[in-house]
């Protein structure tokens, strides 16, 4: 009777393999928020570099001739390869979606075309009122957003917006809620150096009935 309470006294106090079990509880939320901290930390670095990028690329195209390492055919392609040679080193999967448009000045960003005459008042052009505006964009019709593709000319401003999408680092972004890929942002308004005069804006006008 003495022995069999010593043996089940012995096998209560027999604590091998607890640190193995322990860690087996713990491993996969520690393992998973490692995981979650180095992919949020790629995120905010690759944020942070295609902001640098495209900040320095944008100046770099502010002069009336620009020089740059990447390649392509036009102004906006060697931009945005210039993008691609920056972020491709921390983000070799990603896609690129760039927009340049330029503007008259850094005040029409996004804005409509400036009315010169408002005959009714009501702040609208009404092309069978006569109402005129200044044609922004030189497109002879009137425009809520008065951008214009392209880098522009002397003393435009360019407006540049970059979005990347990026797959995550690690395939375990489902299990704290993430999307499987990354979405860096990054936009820069730059007005050209005055390298000729500005294009003058030509007004346009409606024929009233």
Known sequence: MISRMAKLLQIKRDDQGVAATEF?????????????????GHQAYTQSLLAGSLNDAARRAS??????????????????????LQVDRVAPKAKYDV????????????????LLTDVNGDGLFDEDDGDCFEDLNE???????????????????VFYEVRVTVPRLF?????????????AY????????????????????????
């Open 63 to 84: 002069v009336e001739d620009p020089t740059f390492t990447a390649s392509g055919s036009t102004l906006e392609e060697r931009i945005e390869n210039t993008l691609r």
């Open 139 to 157: 497109n002879g019709e009137y425009d809520l957003d008065t951008g214009r593709t392209g880098v522009g000319g002397s003393d435009d401003v």
């Open 99 to 114: 927009s340049i448009q330029n503007y008259f000045d850094f005040a029409g960003i996004g804005k409509p075309e400036k």
């Open 24 to 40: 087996g509880l713990i491993a996969i939320p520690l393992i998973v928020l490692l995981m979650g901290g180095l992919d949020l």
């Open 186 to 209: 990054a936009e820069a308004a730059v007005r050209n150096q005055p390298y000729a005069t500005q294009a003058v804006v030509p007004t346009v006008c409606g024929e009233p009935t």
């Open 171 to 183: 395939p375990m972004a489902g299990l704290i809620g993430l999307d499987e890929n990354m979405t």
